[in-house]
């Protein structure tokens, strides 16, 4: 068993707003260096987007179920002086995903050796040594740029010259599908090598191809899923948090971050109740935090004119589902790809319009824990990449027939047949309710468009440039979008406290 490293003499009283990843790996540090720490969730449960719903014995994670690196938890609960194991049983998906195209053909992505390039081989035999390359340099863009920069505080302008040549090196200002297509020339295979940084709200046409590097970290450690669903990480994080002496208090929705002669001295709440801190870190909507929580004459960098100018990551429409049947052909996690891509991520993320087509993700968790439903019934959810609040539709009023078109879009034999006729439960989430129930600026799902303009010392940095006392954590800011990179930006406050 670990030993506690928590300093027994506290260091100060810290508030951390927000229970998203985040804001519990931040807490969970704080906590360990020895601050007397509080969460305020504004939500009745934690999580932030790692909500939880349930409905007739159907239990919906709400947001990510992908979880990678997962050495970056063990990291966390070894700083408590835990393990990880008595919090939460973490299981290998096998294969990451299955690949569906339009025509019918399927990818199975898989991390062994032997068995991808086989797949690789049944598209295209002349690809498997390109895809050798790509692989190579995937591990490349690995060791620089999550290695050794994942952790870096970008604070200064010096800290981005520094690593500058490297990124050109690695052609970090090509995106991720012109970096794939220089090794792999099947248009579907660069389909199936480009997609990934649709997982953390990039356009693979944009993306700085520092988000290569998605597929080395799978490649190696895999993709997990944490039995009881995310919902069970988050509780078990909660409950390793509290274990240290750490507090959480729910239904508190943050009106202030109070600023004294330029440095944050307190956190209010709707109703009055201050939290007075000597650290704030917020987990919340970067640009939400600087535009509803902080007064304007505290901030002369992040002013609502800059904020506004930033450009927003896409977001999502999602479907959770219960069925009365199971599937058992299907794996834990497909992608449904639409007829077109390139086109389809212009209608997306330039042009911002819903299209009559789309590419889905189908998330299956009762496929490796039956718990998360009824016995007999299966527990789905299914997303589809939209543009954000800015292309300007009224979702209230196109939702449902939208909802419908997915649905029956995946009454296919390989996919989910007849399955609205053993519909149970459904709930719709739209871009209109990331921006109200979750608090998203432009209803984003992920904050910031990952470009590379928008990336490391481009981001909004961790440590605050407007208010001493307040640093950042999740996906608004460096590193960026992600489990391991959400948990990772906490790691960046140990720079500064």
Request: hydrophobic share 40%.
């Amino acid at each position: 068993m670990p030993t506690q490293r928590q300093d027994p003499s506290l260091r100060g009283k810290a508030v951390v707003i927000g229970s998203g990843f985040g804001g519990l790996a931040a807490a969970i540090r704080l906590r360990a260096k020895g601050f007397e720490t509080t969460i305020l969730e504004m939500r009745d449960k934690p999580g932030g987007r790692a909500y939880v719903y349930e409905d007739e014995g159907f239990v919906f994670d709400a947001g990510p179920t992908i979880i990678t690196v997962p050495f970056v938890l063990d990291e966390l609960a070894e700083l408590a002086g835990k393990t990880l194991a008595d919090y939460v049983t973490i299981v290998p998906c096998d294969p990451f995903y299955r690949i569906n195209f339009h025509d019918g053909r399927t990818f199975n992505y898989v991390g062994d050796d032997a068995r991808l390039e086989a797949e690789i081989a049944r598209f295209s035999p002349d690809d498997v040594v390109g895809y050798r390359a790509f692989l190579a340099y995937s591990r490349r863009i690995f060791d620089r740029a999550f290695t050794d920069l994942a952790d870096h505080s970008f604070h200064s302008v010096w800290e981005m010259a520094k690593v500058a040549p490297d990124l050109i090196r690695l052609r970090a200002d090509q995106s991720v599908f012109r970096r794939v297509s220089k090794f792999i020339k099947d248009p579907a295979l660069r389909q199936v090598f480009s997609f990934e940084p649709l997982l953390i709200g990039g356009n693979p046409l944009r993306s700085s191809s520092i988000y290569s590097m998605i597929h080395y970290l799978e490649k190696t450690w895999g993709v997990h899923f944490a039995m009881g669903g995310t919902g069970a990480l988050v509780n078990g994080l909660v409950r390793m948090f509290q274990d240290m002496g750490g507090r959480v208090e729910l239904n508190r929705r943050v009106e202030e971050i109070e600023v004294e002669q330029g440095k944050a001295k307190a956190v209010r709440v709707v109703g009055g109740e201050r939290f007075e801190a000597d650290v704030v870190v917020s987990n919340a909507d970067v640009a939400n935090t600087y535009r509803k929580l902080i007064r304007p004459e505290h901030r002369r960098k992040w002013t609502d004119r800059r904020i506004e100018k930033m450009h927003y990551a896409m977001s999502l429409f999602v479907i959770y589902f219960g069925t009365d049947r199971t599937y058992p052909h299907l794996p834990h996690h497909s992608i449904v790809l639409g007829p077109r891509y390139e086109e389809l991520l212009g209608d997306i993320f330039d042009r911002k319009v819903v299209a009559d087509d789309f590419s889905l993700y189908l998330h299956a968790p009762t496929r490796t824990d039956p718990s998360l439903a009824p016995p007999g019934c299966e527990t789905f959810y299914v997303l589809s990449p939209v543009p954000h609040l800015g292309g300007g539709q009224d979702w209230d009023a196109i939702k449902d027939k939208y909802a419908d078109a997915i649905l029956a879009s995946l009454e296919k034999d390989h996919l989910v047949p007849g399955l609205r006729k053993h519909l149970v439960t459904k709930r719709i989430f739209t871009p209109k309710n990331f921006e109200t129930d979750l608090d998203s600026y432009m209803g984003s799902a992920f904050q910031f468009d990952p470009v590379l303009t928008q990336s490391a010392w481009f981001r909004p940095h961790n440590k605050s440039e407007d208010v001493n006392g307040l640093f950042f954590v999740g996906a608004g800011t460096h590193p960026g979008a992600g489990l391991p990179g959400v948990i990772s930006s906490a790691k960046v406050l140990e720079r500064f406290l």
